[in-house]
């Protein structure tokens, strides 16, 4: 893995668009090991204009003590701070172990909250930092991918990715320590009909996204990834279809509360 160390200017970013309800998203690296296929960064500027292959290569930013806490006093003094880690990278990707970006960004907001922060993650790692989080009380959600509860179609979508069982034993760490929770089906993928029942009680909501909803493009990003072709590939073709979305939602809603499964955008609302 290229791995390389920047200063960046400035740690927030404005959001808009899906992230609609953030007032800034934060991104603790540049790039992202995981290299999940139908990631949707792959087709965007921070990975198309970056020299080597989406996966082989991560920025780690510095300067977490020096500047971002600065930053984020002066964004608190101008209003409200909704803040949405990460939109464009995996705050939890392998190299966090060893560089600790995310931590220090969180010991610092620890001590100066922002109003709301969401936390984007596929990762067991996040349950190092549940002494971090649980000071955060409110103020945060965690939310942990889980497209599947099919090791096989991980590892044919997302080998690099961490294993389902790992993942579904950080979320549950994660709502016994008190922290709010989620987790995110996005996007889809084929599944078992067990799916849902096997989370009951081990997250406080749902929120399920598909390739079309979820990739900023109205799908443009991820039939430009052939992911379509690729469900074919694996005789999955009708995972791609509407119908796949009102399969899984409707399975969901037999286990939680309705009014606790959120589709697409709404689920990563403050």
């Known amino acids: ?110 001590d100066n909250p922002p109003d709301f922060l969401f936390v984007q993650t596929r990762s067991p790692l996040v349950t190092r930092d549940v002494d971090i989080l649980q000071q955060l009380g409110k103020r945060v959600r965690v939310s942990l991918t889980i497209e599947t509860d099919l090791e096989s179609v991980r590892k044919a979508f997302a080998p690099k990715a961490p294993p389902i069982q790992g993942r579904k034993r950080a979320l549950h760490a994660l709502y016994q320590a008190g922290i709010p929770t989620q987790l995110t089906v996005a996007p889809i993928l084929p599944s078992s009909d067990r799916f849902a029942e096997s989370y009951v009680s081990i997250a406080d909501q749902v929120c399920i996204d598909t390739f079309e909803l979820g990739d900023g493009a109205n799908g443009k990003r991820s039939r430009a990834l052939r992911m379509p072709e690729r469900l074919t590939e694996l005789g999955y073709e009708t995972w791609y279809e509407e119908a796949a979305l009102e399969k899984v939602h409707r399975q969901f809603c037999a286990h939680f509360d309705e009014s606790r499964v959120k589709l697409s955008q709404e689920g990563f609302l403050p």
């Open 1 to 110: 893995m290229d791995r390389s160390y920047r200063t960046p200017k400035a740690w927030l970013t404005k959001t808009s668009g899906f992230l609609q309800g953030y007032d800034y998203s934060l991104n603790p690296y540049v790039g992202c090991t995981f290299a999940c296929s139908y990631c949707y960064v792959r087709k965007m500027p921070v990975a198309l204009f970056h020299k080597g292959e989406w996966g082989d290569w991560v920025d780690i930013k510095q300067g977490v003590k020096e500047t971002f806490s600065n930053e984020l006093v002066r964004a608190k003094k101008r209003g409200r701070v909704h803040l949405f880690m990460s939109s464009s990278t995996d705050p939890y990707q392998p190299v966090e172990v060893e560089e600790k970006v995310t931590r220090s960004l969180l010991e610092v907001m620890a």
